[in-house]
Every structure is written in structure tokens, then in C-alpha cells.
């Protein structure tokens, strides 16, 4: 499949906001017909653009009340250092997101908790556990206006 066109842009951005449409729906919305339809999002599939979809949850009905940025600092740049941080990132269920950026720190974490004091053991007793881990610095989320993650 070449570059996107708008129907398949189109037929992206309503499955983004509602991934449980009916071929049908989803045919109407973007204005083709269903079997026109099924076959570009089979497309989509099969190449690899649309790799999966998710569910919706409300975080505080699940007992999720508290969610936090944090930025993390490696005391050094090695890649063993990196892989090591990352291995124990990905055994800590707190960690919904961890992404390896650019700039003064190495890592940027989307962390989810059931409160404040859940979140500061997690802060304590995993990453202060870390002996790689040189700075961290806390983005406490008060709101969220805009969120399309599922």
C-alpha cells in the first residue's frame, strides 16, 4: 500500500475514535461502500498500519487515581547501563510507557498508581533502587483535556 489517501485517513481517524464501529458505520462515515470498505481496512491490516486494537478503560473505576510523567537521568551513557534500566522497567507494572528521548535526560515515563502513596513506593523501592539511575524528576498529571491513548 502507497502513501495514504484521505479515505483511508478518514477511515484511521474514526477507527481511532471508535475502534468498535460496524463496517457498515465506519462505510457510511467515510462514504464508501461496505465491501470497498472492509477491503481498505483488510489493507491496512495486512500492511501493517493498523497493528491492533485496544481498549478504553476508566482509570478510576480500575482504582487508578493518580498518574505521573517522570524523566529519568543514567549516571552513565553506556548501553549496557540502558538495557539494564530497561530490563527493570519492563518488570514494574507502574510503568504504562517508557520511551528512550533526546536531550538532558535519557528516559521520559508515563507512570499510573493507585494514589500518592503507591506512586512514592514506586518512586522509593524500584527506581531509587536502580543503580542507574542518576536524576528523576516528577510531572504529577492534574487533568487531562486531551487524551487519545486507548
Known sequence: MGSLDQINQKILHEL???ARLSNLELSDRVGLSPS???????????????TGYRVQTDRVRL????????????SN???????????????APEVIECHNVTGTVEYLLRIEAADLAAYKVFHTD????????NAITSYVVMGSPKDMRA
Open 36 to 50: 470497498a470498505c472492509l477491503r481498505r481496512v483488510q489493507d491496512l491490516e495486512r500492511t501493517g498500519i493498523i
Open 16 to 18: 481511532s475514535l471508535n
Open 77 to 91: 551513557h553506556t548501553k549496557a547501563s540502558q538495557e539494564a534500566f530497561e530490563r527493570a522497567i519492563s518488570r
Open 126 to 133: 524500584v527506581l531509587g533502587t536502580l543503580p542507574q539511575v
Open 63 to 74: 482504582g487508578i487515581g493518580f498518574t505521573a510523567y517522570i524523566t529519568v537521568g543514567l
